[in-house]
């Protein structure tokens, strides 16, 4: 990073989060210290060094003192829908300077934001704040295998729809090196950043890589895609959402999802792909 101004405030939301971790570590070793809004401080777990403050995204009232003097914000909105995202981003807007949102890939510029789902409409909030802004619009998390975790622990076999889904899922430190840049960096305002692991792997092959990481064979069980609908609903509660996530699955059975090359571009280094991941997060699989 260059140029770094260790006065610049941060906040950064989600920073309890898989990637809001990696992201207040890589803000604190470039001589930053972030500001971390935590629902309940005592228990956010982060270094003595970071300002932790307390704030809640469901609760706009809450985020007054965690903004007061912030110059940027590290946006993760966590839900399903956009409901509630508007003083949000008010809230946010009356304060901070530049927004990094944590987006997704699926988001399209030809269509309208109601059409790219939850991501679509904040980044639609944002644009219209006054802010100036940055997207990373990321493909599927990594970390979102450690789903499977307590089966794989309990059984040793993960049942789930579309074993031939293929996948370039990125490695939550990939995303949180770009944020890093972004937020602290000239030149990212006004961008939309697609950024994918590099390289495609389908949900048996993520199975497979990590019995290998914990030297452990390991299955995967194909679910029919009701069984999974109906399992996911109860865990999820949102339908529309759960037969987005299966209609994604499906499509890709077929046609692969992309590779980018933008964590190079942007960090001078390759993506982690799939199989580093699952070594760095081996003991979260073992019992």
Excluded: C
Excluded at 42 to 49: F, M, T, Y
Excluded at 68 to 86: H, N
């Amino acid at each position: 990073m260059t140029d770094l101004n260790e006065h610049k405030k941060i906040l950064v939301t989600g920073a309890t989060g898989n990637v809001g971790r990696q992201l207040v570590a890589m803000l604190l070793e470039a001589g930053i210290t972030p500001r971390a809004l935590a629902r309940d401080p005592h228990r956010a777990g982060l270094p003595d060094s970071v300002e932790v403050v307390r704030g809640d995204l469901t609760d706009p009232v809450s985020l007054g003192a965690a903004l007061e003097g912030v110059d940027s914000v590290f946006l993760l909105w966590p839900f399903f829908t956009a409901d509630g995202a508007q003083p949000v981003v008010d809230a946010i807007g009356k304060h901070a300077r530049h927004v990094v949102y944590l987006s997704a890939s699926s988001v399209r510029d030809d269509r309208e934001p109601a059409d790219n789902g939850v991501w679509g409409e904040v980044e639609r909030l944002i644009e219209g704040a006054g802010v100036r802004w940055t997207f990373l619009r990321a493909g599927g998390f990594a970390a979102n295998t450690l789903g499977w975790a307590g089966e794989i622990r309990d059984t040793g076999v993960v049942r789930a729809p579309y074993a031939g889904a293929a996948r370039s899922l990125i490695h939550e430190a990939d995303i949180a090196a770009v944020a890093a840049l972004a937020l602290t960096e000239d030149g990212h305002d006004g961008r939309r950043y697609v950024l994918t692991g590099p390289d495609v792997v389908t949900q048996a092959e993520q199975v497979r890589i990590i019995g290998e990481a914990i030297g452990r064979s390991l299955r995967f069980d194909e679910q029919t895609p009701e069984e999974a609908r109906e399992q996911m609903i109860a865990a999820w509660g949102d339908p529309a959402f759960v037969d987005q996530a299966l209609g994604h699955w499906a499509r890709i059975t077929e046609e692969p999802e992309p590779v980018t090359s933008t964590v190079r571009e942007l960090t001078g280094r390759p993506g982690r792909p799939f199989r580093a991941w699952a070594s760095d997060h081996a003991d979260d699989f073992r019992s």
